[in-house]
C-alpha cells in the first residue's frame, strides 16, 4: 500500500514539518455499520449505575458548544439505553487524515481500526483524504486531522475531558506550571483515569476529616475537573468512613479496571501544522467497554464502532449506557486479523 505526504512550507517549523510527515495515511475502506434503537431509561450519577456497563459513550464538541453548555452537558446525568440520537451528517463534508494516538494492548491493527471507523465517520459527512492506495490527492482540501486512541488499558470513568485539551495531553493530561501535583511523572492526576483506589480511598478520607494533605491534593486537578479528594470509593474497606453526607460508597464506576477503548481527537489541521502540540481539540468522541475475559478487543470492535458513530462531532448529555441490543457483540463480526 502505497503512502503520501503533504508538503508543508520551510517557514511553518520543525513540528510542522514532524507533523506533515506523519500524515501518511494507510487506505481505509469499509464496513456497514449498522444501530438498533429501542426506547429511552434514565439514570442519575455514575453512583447510580449498579454493574459493568456493556458499553458506554461520552462526546464533547469544544469549539461549538457554549463552555458552560458543555460542562452541564458533561456533568449531566447519565442515560442508560437511551432513545437513538437524531444527529445528522455535516450539510458540507470534511476531509481528515488520521494519524495515531496512543496505542494499548490489543489484537487489531492500527490499520484495521481506521478501516473500521471510515466508513461511520462519512455517515456523520467526515470523508477520509486518502484514496484505497493511501494516496491524498487533495491536500490542499484537508480540514482535520483525527487522532484515534484504542486498545485495552486500566480506565475509571470513560467520559470526555473539560481541561487540558491541548494536543500535547493524549488520552491524559500533562502537568502545568510547578507544583506537588506535577513531581513524580509526566502525566497530570486524571480522576477519569483513576489508578490506585486504595490511595484515591485514602485522599478522600483525608478530605472527610480535613486532613491537610487531603486538601493539598486537589492541586491535582485532571480531566473533568475532579481530584483524588473530591472523589469516593476504593478497593480497601478499611479506608471507607462517614461524611457528612453519607458513609463512602463503592459502585463500579468508583472502580479503575481494565476496559476496552477507542477514543477520537479531532483537530483543526491548518492550526496543528501552525501550532503544534498547543493545538487545541475540536471535538472528542470516548466510547469503551469493560474487558470481558473471553472477549478480546477484536470481538467488540466494531459494536464499539456502531454505539460511538451518531456522537461522532457531537455533544453527549451525560454517560450513554447501553445494556441492549446495542451493546450485543453479534455472532460472525469479530474483526479479522492478518496473519
Known sequence: ????????????????????????????????????????????????????????VSAANYRAT????????????????????????????????????????????????????TPALASRGYRNAADEQGLIREPGNVQLVLRVHYGTRPWRTPTVRTEQLAWRDGLEPKPQGRGLHTLGGDVLWDSRAGGNDDALSA???????????GKASAGGRGGGGDSPSSLAGGTNPALLGQT?????????????????LIVVDAFD?????????????????????PKDRAQPFSAVAKMLVRNATPFFGETSRGLQVYTDARAEVIVGEAVVVPE
Open 203 to 213: 485522599a478522600r478520607e483525608n478530605q472527610s476529616t480535613g486532613s491537610v494533605f
Open 1 to 56: 500500500m502505497q503512502a503520501s505526504t503533504l508538503a508543508p512550507d520551510a517557514q511553518r517549523g520543525a513540528w510542522g514539518r514532524a507533523a506533515a510527515r506523519l500524515l501518511r495515511v494507510s487506505a481505509l475502506s469499509l464496513v456497514a455499520i449498522a444501530g438498533v434503537a429501542s426506547g429511552p431509561s434514565r439514570l442519575g450519577a455514575t453512583q447510580e449505575i449498579k454493574g459493568p456497563a456493556p458499553v458506554s
Open 244 to 260: 457528612g453526607s453519607g458513609p463512602l460508597s463503592l459502585t463500579e464506576y468508583e472502580l479503575t479496571r481494565d476496559f476496552h
Open 269 to 289: 489541521y491548518a492550526e496543528l501544522k501552525s501550532q503544534g502540540k498547543n493545538a487545541r481539540r475540536l471535538w472528542t468522541t470516548f466510547v469503551s467497554a
Open 66 to 117: 457554549e463552555r458552560g453548555q458543555l460542562l452541564e452537558s458533561v456533568a449531566a446525568r447519565n442515560q442508560v439505553n437511551p432513545a437513538a440520537p437524531s444527529a445528522t451528517a455535516l450539510a458540507q463534508p470534511q476531509l481528515f487524515v488520521f494519524l495515531p494516538g496512543e496505542i494499548y494492548a490489543s489484537d487489531v491493527t492500527y490499520e484495521d481500526l481506521c478501516r473500521l471507523l
